[in-house]
Protein backbone atom coordinates (compact mmCIF):
# COMPACT_ATOMS: atom_id res chain seq x y z
CA UNK A 1 0.00 0.00 0.00
CA UNK A 2 2.90 2.00 0.67
CA UNK A 3 4.36 1.61 -2.42
CA UNK A 4 1.39 2.75 -4.33
CA UNK A 5 0.69 5.75 -1.96
CA UNK A 6 4.41 6.88 -3.36
CA UNK A 7 3.85 6.30 -6.82
CA UNK A 8 0.56 7.98 -6.40
CA UNK A 9 2.31 11.21 -4.90
CA UNK A 10 5.22 10.99 -7.78
CA UNK A 11 2.63 11.03 -10.91
CA UNK A 12 0.79 14.18 -8.78
CA UNK A 13 3.72 15.91 -8.27
CA UNK A 14 4.75 15.05 -11.89
CA UNK A 15 1.49 16.19 -13.25
CA UNK A 16 0.71 19.68 -10.83
CA UNK A 17 4.37 20.44 -10.52
CA UNK A 18 5.64 24.18 -12.03
CA UNK A 19 7.54 23.93 -15.37
CA UNK A 20 11.08 23.32 -15.15
CA UNK A 21 13.48 26.54 -16.07
CA UNK A 22 16.02 26.02 -19.13
CA UNK A 23 18.69 25.87 -16.55
CA UNK A 24 17.40 23.16 -14.97
CA UNK A 25 16.31 21.05 -17.66
CA UNK A 26 20.12 20.81 -18.64
CA UNK A 27 20.78 20.22 -15.58
CA UNK A 28 18.18 17.14 -15.30
CA UNK A 29 19.82 16.30 -18.49
CA UNK A 30 23.15 16.24 -17.48
CA UNK A 31 22.62 14.09 -14.89
CA UNK A 32 22.14 11.17 -17.16
CA UNK A 33 21.36 7.58 -14.70
CA UNK A 34 21.47 10.14 -11.69
CA UNK A 35 18.39 12.33 -13.10
CA UNK A 36 16.12 9.99 -10.98
CA UNK A 37 17.97 10.95 -7.45
CA UNK A 38 17.14 14.61 -8.20
CA UNK A 39 13.82 14.58 -9.55
CA UNK A 40 12.81 12.86 -5.44
CA UNK A 41 14.17 15.99 -4.10
CA UNK A 42 12.11 18.24 -6.26
CA UNK A 43 9.34 15.81 -5.70
CA UNK A 44 9.45 15.67 -1.74
CA UNK A 45 9.38 19.34 -1.83
CA UNK A 46 6.47 19.93 -4.29
CA UNK A 47 4.12 17.41 -2.31
CA UNK A 48 4.02 20.14 0.47
CA UNK A 49 2.92 23.74 -0.30
CA UNK A 50 4.41 24.41 2.72
CA UNK A 51 8.01 23.30 1.40
CA UNK A 52 7.75 26.09 -2.00
CA UNK A 53 10.60 28.10 -0.42
CA UNK A 54 12.75 24.36 -0.24
CA UNK A 55 11.67 23.86 -3.50
CA UNK A 56 13.05 26.62 -5.13
CA UNK A 57 16.36 26.29 -3.23
CA UNK A 58 16.26 22.72 -4.69
CA UNK A 59 15.73 24.24 -8.09
CA UNK A 60 18.45 26.71 -7.54
CA UNK A 61 20.95 24.30 -6.25
CA UNK A 62 19.89 21.82 -9.11
CA UNK A 63 20.07 24.39 -11.76
CA UNK A 64 23.85 25.57 -10.41
CA UNK A 65 25.20 21.99 -10.13
CA UNK A 66 27.22 20.87 -13.33
CA UNK A 67 30.62 21.63 -13.29
CA UNK A 68 30.78 21.32 -9.56
CA UNK A 69 32.80 18.14 -8.98
CA UNK A 70 35.06 16.68 -6.24
CA UNK A 71 38.67 16.06 -6.92
CA UNK A 72 39.43 12.55 -6.30
CA UNK A 73 43.68 11.48 -7.32
CA UNK A 74 45.68 9.10 -4.88
CA UNK A 75 47.45 12.38 -3.46
CA UNK A 76 44.17 14.01 -2.25
CA UNK A 77 43.31 10.53 -0.97
CA UNK A 78 45.74 9.82 0.95
CA UNK A 79 45.91 13.08 2.77
CA UNK A 80 42.45 12.74 3.18
CA UNK A 81 43.19 9.43 5.35
CA UNK A 82 45.49 11.13 7.35
CA UNK A 83 43.13 13.79 8.25
CA UNK A 84 40.68 11.80 9.55
CA UNK A 85 42.89 9.84 11.73
CA UNK A 86 43.78 12.86 13.42
CA UNK A 87 42.37 14.21 16.60
CA UNK A 88 41.72 17.16 15.83
CA UNK A 89 38.18 18.68 15.73
CA UNK A 90 35.86 17.86 12.71
CA UNK A 91 36.34 21.48 11.73
CA UNK A 92 39.73 21.15 11.18
CA UNK A 93 39.31 17.84 9.26
CA UNK A 94 36.60 20.12 6.51
CA UNK A 95 39.05 23.21 6.63
CA UNK A 96 42.04 20.70 5.61
CA UNK A 97 39.94 18.87 2.76
CA UNK A 98 38.71 22.63 1.46
CA UNK A 99 41.98 24.03 1.13
CA UNK A 100 43.75 21.06 -0.09
CA UNK A 101 41.55 20.16 -2.77
CA UNK A 102 41.94 23.98 -3.86
CA UNK A 103 45.89 23.32 -4.62
CA UNK A 104 46.83 23.36 -8.25
CA UNK A 105 49.14 20.91 -8.28
CA UNK A 106 47.03 18.57 -6.64
CA UNK A 107 43.76 19.68 -8.50
CA UNK A 108 44.89 19.70 -11.99
CA UNK A 109 45.08 16.21 -12.72
CA UNK A 110 43.01 15.08 -10.50
CA UNK A 111 39.74 12.68 -11.38
CA UNK A 112 36.38 14.93 -11.27
CA UNK A 113 33.55 13.25 -9.82
CA UNK A 114 30.83 15.42 -11.13
CA UNK A 115 27.94 16.08 -8.22
CA UNK A 116 25.21 16.32 -10.69
CA UNK A 117 25.83 12.76 -11.71
CA UNK A 118 26.63 10.82 -8.27
CA UNK A 119 24.94 13.64 -5.24
CA UNK A 120 21.97 11.69 -3.55
CA UNK A 121 18.27 12.79 -3.05
CA UNK A 122 19.17 11.50 0.90
CA UNK A 123 21.62 14.20 1.00
CA UNK A 124 20.38 17.12 -0.62
CA UNK A 125 17.35 17.04 0.99
CA UNK A 126 19.18 16.80 4.82
CA UNK A 127 21.30 19.95 3.58
CA UNK A 128 18.70 22.02 2.25
CA UNK A 129 16.41 21.36 5.16
CA UNK A 130 19.48 22.14 8.02
CA UNK A 131 20.19 25.51 5.73
CA UNK A 132 16.82 26.21 6.30
CA UNK A 133 16.66 25.74 10.03
CA UNK A 134 19.62 28.71 9.77
CA UNK A 135 17.38 30.84 7.81
CA UNK A 136 15.55 33.42 10.13
CA UNK A 137 17.52 31.71 13.25
CA UNK A 138 19.67 34.90 13.52
CA UNK A 139 18.84 38.52 13.22
CA UNK A 140 20.53 39.65 10.47
CA UNK A 141 18.12 37.63 8.33
CA UNK A 142 15.73 40.53 8.27
CA UNK A 143 17.99 42.03 5.65
CA UNK A 144 19.08 39.45 3.57
CA UNK A 145 17.07 38.45 0.37
CA UNK A 146 15.66 35.41 0.02
CA UNK A 147 17.86 35.44 -3.12
CA UNK A 148 20.92 36.16 -1.36
CA UNK A 149 20.29 33.56 1.01
CA UNK A 150 20.51 30.96 -1.57
CA UNK A 151 23.66 32.16 -3.36
CA UNK A 152 25.23 32.66 -0.76
CA UNK A 153 24.14 30.30 2.64
CA UNK A 154 22.67 27.26 0.60
CA UNK A 155 25.37 26.07 -1.31
CA UNK A 156 26.56 22.61 -0.20
CA UNK A 157 29.94 23.02 -1.06
CA UNK A 158 32.77 25.70 -1.18
CA UNK A 159 35.32 24.19 -3.90
CA UNK A 160 36.60 20.58 -4.83
CA UNK A 161 36.28 18.68 -1.44
CA UNK A 162 34.76 15.80 -0.51
CA UNK A 163 30.77 16.08 -0.15
CA UNK A 164 29.62 15.22 3.72
CA UNK A 165 26.81 16.32 5.98
CA UNK A 166 28.93 19.46 7.43
CA UNK A 167 25.93 20.81 8.68
CA UNK A 168 24.78 18.05 10.64
CA UNK A 169 28.24 18.26 12.31
CA UNK A 170 28.39 21.50 13.45
CA UNK A 171 25.14 23.98 15.12
CA UNK A 172 26.33 27.47 15.51
CA UNK A 173 24.25 29.04 18.48
CA UNK A 174 24.94 32.70 19.86
CA UNK A 175 24.97 33.40 23.98
CA UNK A 176 22.78 35.21 25.50
CA UNK A 177 24.82 38.50 25.42
CA UNK A 178 24.49 38.63 21.90
CA UNK A 179 21.08 39.95 22.20
CA UNK A 180 21.49 42.36 24.34
CA UNK A 181 22.78 45.05 21.75
CA UNK A 182 21.23 46.03 18.69
CA UNK A 183 24.00 47.24 17.46
CA UNK A 184 25.51 44.33 17.45
CA UNK A 185 22.85 42.07 15.75
CA UNK A 186 23.34 44.33 12.79
CA UNK A 187 27.05 43.61 12.44
CA UNK A 188 28.53 40.28 11.03
CA UNK A 189 31.99 40.96 11.83
CA UNK A 190 30.70 41.30 15.39
CA UNK A 191 28.45 38.83 15.19
CA UNK A 192 31.45 36.60 14.56
CA UNK A 193 33.06 37.00 17.75
CA UNK A 194 29.86 35.96 19.85
CA UNK A 195 28.78 33.02 17.76
CA UNK A 196 29.95 29.84 19.39
CA UNK A 197 31.46 26.50 17.82
CA UNK A 198 34.37 25.14 19.79
CA UNK A 199 36.87 25.04 17.12
CA UNK A 200 39.67 27.93 16.55
CA UNK A 201 40.33 29.42 13.37
CA UNK A 202 44.46 28.61 13.86
CA UNK A 203 44.20 25.02 12.86
CA UNK A 204 46.93 22.73 13.89
CA UNK A 205 47.11 19.50 13.58
CA UNK A 206 48.58 16.18 15.10
CA UNK A 207 49.56 14.70 12.05
CA UNK A 208 53.26 16.01 10.68
CA UNK A 209 53.48 15.76 7.04
CA UNK A 210 49.47 17.36 7.54
CA UNK A 211 50.36 19.62 9.88
CA UNK A 212 53.55 20.96 7.81
CA UNK A 213 51.33 20.87 4.44
CA UNK A 214 48.80 23.41 6.24
CA UNK A 215 51.21 25.48 7.40
CA UNK A 216 53.15 25.92 4.43
CA UNK A 217 49.58 27.33 2.87
CA UNK A 218 47.55 28.26 5.79
CA UNK A 219 48.73 32.02 5.32
CA UNK A 220 48.58 32.46 1.39
CA UNK A 221 45.25 35.13 1.21
CA UNK A 222 43.85 32.46 -1.36
CA UNK A 223 43.69 29.44 1.59
CA UNK A 224 43.33 31.91 4.32
CA UNK A 225 40.27 32.98 2.77
CA UNK A 226 38.68 29.98 1.93
CA UNK A 227 38.83 29.21 5.46
CA UNK A 228 37.22 32.29 6.46
CA UNK A 229 34.52 31.17 4.13
CA UNK A 230 33.81 27.93 5.75
CA UNK A 231 33.46 29.46 8.80
CA UNK A 232 30.73 31.80 7.15
CA UNK A 233 29.36 29.64 5.16
CA UNK A 234 28.89 26.99 8.82
CA UNK A 235 27.90 30.28 10.74
CA UNK A 236 25.29 30.98 8.45
CA UNK A 237 26.74 34.68 7.71
CA UNK A 238 25.97 35.82 3.72
CA UNK A 239 29.46 36.63 2.60
CA UNK A 240 31.53 35.82 -1.06
CA UNK A 241 35.45 34.77 -2.03
CA UNK A 242 36.28 37.52 -4.42
CA UNK A 243 39.70 38.66 -5.51
CA UNK A 244 41.21 40.14 -8.47
CA UNK A 245 43.56 38.39 -10.44
CA UNK A 246 46.31 41.48 -11.18
CA UNK A 247 47.03 44.88 -9.42
CA UNK A 248 46.54 47.94 -11.01
CA UNK A 249 50.04 49.19 -10.00
CA UNK A 250 51.99 46.25 -8.82
CA UNK A 251 52.31 42.31 -10.03
CA UNK A 252 50.40 40.14 -7.38
CA UNK A 253 46.65 38.97 -7.38
CA UNK A 254 44.67 39.39 -3.95
CA UNK A 255 41.32 37.66 -2.18
CA UNK A 256 39.21 37.91 0.57
CA UNK A 257 35.94 37.48 1.77
CA UNK A 258 33.41 40.18 1.55
CA UNK A 259 30.22 40.34 3.69
CA UNK A 260 26.98 40.42 1.89
CA UNK A 261 25.49 42.83 3.01
CA UNK A 262 22.32 45.36 1.23
CA UNK A 263 23.30 48.30 3.77
CA UNK A 264 26.81 48.38 3.44
CA UNK A 265 28.07 52.28 2.01
CA UNK A 266 31.36 50.96 0.41
CA UNK A 267 33.12 47.49 0.40
CA UNK A 268 36.77 47.43 1.87
CA UNK A 269 39.21 44.85 0.24
CA UNK A 270 40.30 43.40 2.92
CA UNK A 271 44.32 43.00 3.61
CA UNK A 272 45.47 44.76 0.09
CA UNK A 273 46.51 47.98 1.85
CA UNK A 274 47.26 50.79 -0.46
CA UNK A 275 47.62 48.76 -3.55
CA UNK A 276 44.59 49.02 -6.11
CA UNK A 277 42.50 46.67 -7.89
CA UNK A 278 41.95 46.38 -11.82
CA UNK A 279 38.96 43.90 -12.00
CA UNK A 280 37.16 42.22 -9.39
CA UNK A 281 36.02 39.05 -9.17
CA UNK A 282 33.29 36.83 -7.32
CA UNK A 283 33.52 33.11 -7.11
CA UNK A 284 30.01 31.96 -6.87
CA UNK A 285 28.15 28.49 -6.88
CA UNK A 286 26.11 30.06 -9.10
CA UNK A 287 26.49 29.35 -12.95
CA UNK A 288 26.69 32.11 -14.84
CA UNK A 289 27.20 32.86 -18.74
CA UNK A 290 30.40 32.42 -20.78
CA UNK A 291 31.18 33.45 -24.46
CA UNK A 292 30.82 31.13 -27.23
CA UNK A 293 34.61 30.25 -28.46
CA UNK A 294 34.70 29.95 -32.06
CA UNK A 295 37.10 27.89 -34.08
CA UNK A 296 40.76 28.51 -33.38
CA UNK A 297 39.56 31.60 -31.09
CA UNK A 298 41.74 32.07 -27.76
CA UNK A 299 40.21 33.41 -24.74
CA UNK A 300 41.20 33.03 -21.21
CA UNK A 301 39.98 30.43 -18.87
CA UNK A 302 39.18 33.15 -16.27
CA UNK A 303 36.53 34.19 -18.89
CA UNK A 304 35.48 30.80 -19.35
CA UNK A 305 34.83 29.87 -15.97
CA UNK A 306 31.23 30.09 -15.75
CA UNK A 307 31.56 30.72 -11.53
CA UNK A 308 33.16 33.70 -11.86
CA UNK A 309 31.19 36.58 -11.57
CA UNK A 310 32.67 40.53 -12.52
CA UNK A 311 31.76 42.45 -9.59
CA UNK A 312 34.44 45.57 -10.47
CA UNK A 313 31.46 48.34 -10.04
CA UNK A 314 30.41 47.08 -6.43
CA UNK A 315 34.08 48.53 -5.62
CA UNK A 316 35.07 50.71 -8.29
CA UNK A 317 33.72 53.35 -10.48
CA UNK A 318 33.34 51.57 -13.73
CA UNK A 319 32.39 52.72 -17.03
CA UNK A 320 31.57 50.60 -20.21
CA UNK A 321 33.52 51.97 -23.35
CA UNK A 322 32.74 51.00 -26.83
CA UNK A 323 35.74 51.18 -29.20
CA UNK A 324 34.85 50.91 -33.31
CA UNK A 325 36.70 48.35 -34.91
CA UNK A 326 37.70 49.23 -38.96
CA UNK A 327 37.47 45.91 -40.18
CA UNK A 328 39.55 44.81 -43.22
CA UNK A 329 42.23 46.93 -42.52
Known amino acids: MRIVCVIFVFLFWQCSAPDYSEKLKFALQAARNNRPELEKVLAHYAAHPEDSLKWQAACFLIENMPGHYTAESDVLRAFRKRVDRDTVPYFSRKAFDVLISAIPEFNRYARKVEDVRHITADYLIRHIDASFELYGRFPWYENVPLADFFRYVLPYRIGNERLDLWRDSIKPTLPDEYW ?33 LYQKIAYECHYLNLKHLLRDRVLGIPSALDYFPHYANRNGLHYWVEDIDSRKRMPYIEGAAESQPAKVFRETFERHVVPTVQEEEYVPDLFLNPFLCDVTDEYLYAEDVAVPVAWGM
Open 180 to 212: ISSEIQSDYRKARQYLELGYDLNLHFTDTLVDQ
